[in-house]
């Protein structure tokens, strides 16, 4: 079956860099969107950035200028950049994506999670 394993999480200082992985494994016929949300305690998930099939990318305001988001189809893979990074960066950071298996079904995988704290 498709899973999606993100690594690449930790502890960093304000104004620090972090980057994120994110490996999809499996039956694999190919990935439409990919993206990443975060979940900070007590707060809902919201969208991070995203990126589809053909390069075009969204960010939420918030990191917009200070995250990269990129993809490598060869790898089955996204990473995000993250740079400048702020206390209200910290929360657990997800990876998802939609994935055609090798059987032609179409749906929606999530990661397991990272986390990523932002402190001094």
């Known amino acids: 079956q498709v899973q999606l394993v993100e690594s690449g999480g930790g502890l960093v200082q304000p104004g620090g860099t972090l980057s994120l992985s994110c490996q999809a494994s499996g039956n694999i016929f190919s990935i439409q969107h990919m993206g990443w949300y975060r979940r900070a305690p007590g707060e809902q998930r919201e969208l991070v950035a995203t990126?589809?099939?053909?390069?075009?990318?969204t960010y939420a305001d918030s990191v917009k200028g200070r995250f990269t988001i990129t993809r490598d189809d060869d790898k089955w893979a996204t990473s995000l950049q993250m740079t400048d990074l702020r206390p209200g960066d910290t929360a657990a950071y997800f990876c998802n994506a939609g994935i055609v298996d090798a059987m032609w079904n179409e749906a929606d995988y999530w990661g397991q999670g990272t986390q990523v704290t932002v402190s001094s």
């Open positions: 990126i589809s099939r053909d390069g075009h990318t």
